[in-house]
């Protein structure tokens, strides 16, 4: 699914699956576009969880479906888009977060900082290069990442740290490829 080149959107190419002992991961690439134009600095890794992409049950452990979706607000303990604590602990909350809305029966996705080989059930963690099963998400510049996808989209959408949870106009996700384990 290509972008539209319209507003600002976070566009994921799912390369490949990846397998450590007995976990699974789906690593793919990220790059940030304002109306079609590819903006420097904002892009690296992705990895979610295993597939096939599946949007119609809650609770199901696999990544979601290939396709375009809208980005919100997203404020809750466990992540937030305005909110969030920017610590070198891992286990500091909220952590930063981007909401991910029209996900059918799938509830609380967001893109989000990762650690170690995967930390997510359904949501989607930046990162650097995982060309590698071997490659972990390194924390801080996972988080560093998300941060600065949120301040660019914060910025571009003309929103401060009051925003309210919602949709965020203008902006979407674009999620291309569903590899085979």
């Known amino acids: 699914?290509?972008?539209?080149?319209?507003?600002?959107?976070?566009?994921?190419?799912?390369?490949s699956v990846q397998r450590k002992d007995q976990k699974i991961r789906t690593v793919g690439t990220y790059t940030v576009f304002h109306d079609g134009v590819e903006q420097?600095?904002?892009?690296?890794?992705?990895?979610?969880?295993?597939?096939?992409?599946?949007?119609t049950q809650e609770?199901?452990?696999?990544?979601?479906?290939?396709?375009?979706?809208?980005?919100e607000i997203h404020d809750t303990a466990k992540f937030s888009t305005v909110h969030y604590v920017v610590s070198d602990n891992f286990q500091r909350r909220p952590k930063p977060g981007i909401g991910v809305g029209g996900t059918m029966n799938r509830q609380g996705?967001?893109?989000?900082?990762?650690?170690?080989?995967?930390?997510?059930?359904?949501?989607?963690?930046?990162?650097?290069?995982?060309?590698?099963?071997?490659?972990?998400?390194?924390?801080?510049?996972s988080r560093n990442r998300v941060i600065a996808l949120i301040q660019d989209l914060l910025e571009f959408a003309h929103l401060d740290d009051h925003a309210q949870p919602g949709r965020i106009p203008n902006a979407s996700l674009v999620v291309d490829g569903e590899p085979l384990e």
């Open 40 to 55: 420097p600095n904002l892009s690296g890794g992705t990895a979610e969880p295993r597939g096939p992409g599946d949007d």
């Open 1 to 15: 699914m290509p972008i539209t080149g319209k507003g600002w959107e976070l566009h994921i190419q799912r390369l």
């Open 109 to 141: 996705i967001v893109v989000h900082p990762g650690l170690g080989f995967l930390d997510s059930v359904g949501c989607i963690n930046i990162t650097g290069d995982l060309s590698e099963a071997l490659y972990d998400i390194a924390f801080v510049d």
């Open 59 to 71: 609770g199901n452990d696999r990544r979601i479906s290939q396709g375009s979706y809208p980005l």
